[in-house]
Every structure is written in C-alpha cells, then in structure tokens.
C-alpha cells in the first residue's frame, strides 16, 4: 500500500516569494492534515480536512497560508509572501477517518532566506 | 486546553540499554499514538494505542487512559533507535490531535 506523498521535498526561496506544497494521502483516507514543524519542537496542526470539509483550521496564518483540498483527495497548501520565520518542514498526514492512526508523508523542508 | 508532556526530554543511553518514555496528559482521550522521528525527519508510527498493552519486537507501549498517561518501553537499544520520540493525543471533546514536545533519544554505539 502506498504511503503519504509529499512534494517538493525541499525548497529554498526567498522573503516575500510564494511557494506550493502537494500532499496525495493513502488511498481511501477521508481526513488530510497539515502540519508545521519548526526545528526542535513538535508538528503543529495548520489544517485539517474532512473530505473536501475543513475541520480544524484554528492555527493557519490565514493572511498569508491558504489549503485546498478539492476533491477530497489531493491537497495543495500554499504560502504567499513567505516569511523567514516560515522555515520549517511541513507534513502531510491522512487517516481513514478521524480519530484513527495517522499516517505520515516524507515532509516538505522549506527555507526561507 | 489539554497539556501533553513528555519525558524526559532528553535521554543518552549506551547501545544495549533499556529505556522508558513517558507521555502524561490533562484531559480525557481516545486516541493515543506514538511515533520516532528519524534523523531525516520523518514520522514513523510506532503504535496505535488508546489502551491497553501492545508490543512489536524490541518496542511496547503502555496506555492507562484512566490515570492519562502511556509509556514507551525500547528495550536493548540500538544505535537506529536514535531520534525523537512524540505521542500525539486526541481528546474525547473534539477533533483535535495534540503533540507532545518529543523526547530526543540519542543511542551511543
């Protein structure tokens, strides 16, 4: 069974620039999240999705990052301007269904400079 | 909101040795999973477990949701076992899925 797939696996881009990340989760996950993980600390949640349905999306700096998920299957999350203090690497996970195991993608290092 | 804390938050250990890992948490879940970060940063899931007792190989853990916290227990370490150790928690209440601040394991050959 394929896992979590996440693309680009890095990117280096400068302040103010704009930068994509793809997630497709396993096969049949119902629930996609994004997560932000600074070095050193733990994954924080940016967005949840149920579906094609936000569940979560309380921590997303909404002024500059912004998720889709369309179709309910593929993800795209999205950062305009970046800031330096957005270096981090930014991690897919599904799961069947809320409040089943989640599954993690490889992650999407991204450096701002 | 809930707390999730982990310890200790960091642990050297010599190839061979055992060790324990805590996660303590406020609120009630029914959810609770451990994973190992390894050195190039992916999230590997170690188990799945809101209770109950569970073991894979050198690996088990250990969740008493009425007294709120899980144990990890690796047994004769191995340099490979090096990394960051989290549990994650979801609450009863809500959706949400909270991470612990880690525990970072370095196994010395």
């Known amino acids: 069974e394929a896992g979590v797939a996440q693309s680009p696996r890095y990117k280096i881009i400068e302040k103010r620039q704009s930068v994509a990340f793809w997630c497709n989760p396993i096969?049949?996950?119902?629930?996609l999240y994004w997560y932000q993980q600074i070095l050193g600390q733990g994954p924080k949640l940016l967005i949840q999705?149920?579906?094609?349905?936000?569940?979560?999306d309380s921590q997303l700096p909404k002024d500059r990052f912004s998720a889709e998920r369309l179709k309910g299957v593929d993800s795209t999350l999205k950062i305009q301007p970046a800031k330096l203090e957005d270096s981090a690497v930014y991690l897919c996970?599904?799961?069947?269904?809320?409040?089943?195991?989640?599954?993690f993608g490889e992650g999407s290092w991204l450096t701002v400079v | 909101g809930i707390q999730v804390e982990q310890s200790p938050p960091d642990l050297i250990l010599q190839e061979g040795a055992n060790s324990t890992l805590r996660c303590n948490f406020s609120?009630?879940?029914?959810?609770l999973q451990w994973f190992h970060q390894n050195p190039w940063g992916q999230l590997i899931n170690l188990f799945y477990i809101p209770s109950g007792t569970k073991q894979n190989g050198r690996l088990s853990a250990t969740t008493v949701a009425t007294e709120r916290y899980s144990l990890l227990y690796i047994s004769s370490s191995q340099t490979t076992d090096s990394g960051v150790y989290f549990c994650a928690v979801k609450m009863n209440r809500d959706d949400k899925i909270i991470f612990g601040k880690g525990t970072r394991l370095h196994i010395l050959p």
């Open positions: 096969s049949g996950h119902a629930t």
């Open positions: 609120d009630s879940v029914n959810n």
């Open positions: 996970a599904s799961s069947l269904a809320t409040g089943w195991a989640i599954y």
């Open positions: 999705f149920q579906n094609n349905g936000v569940v979560d």
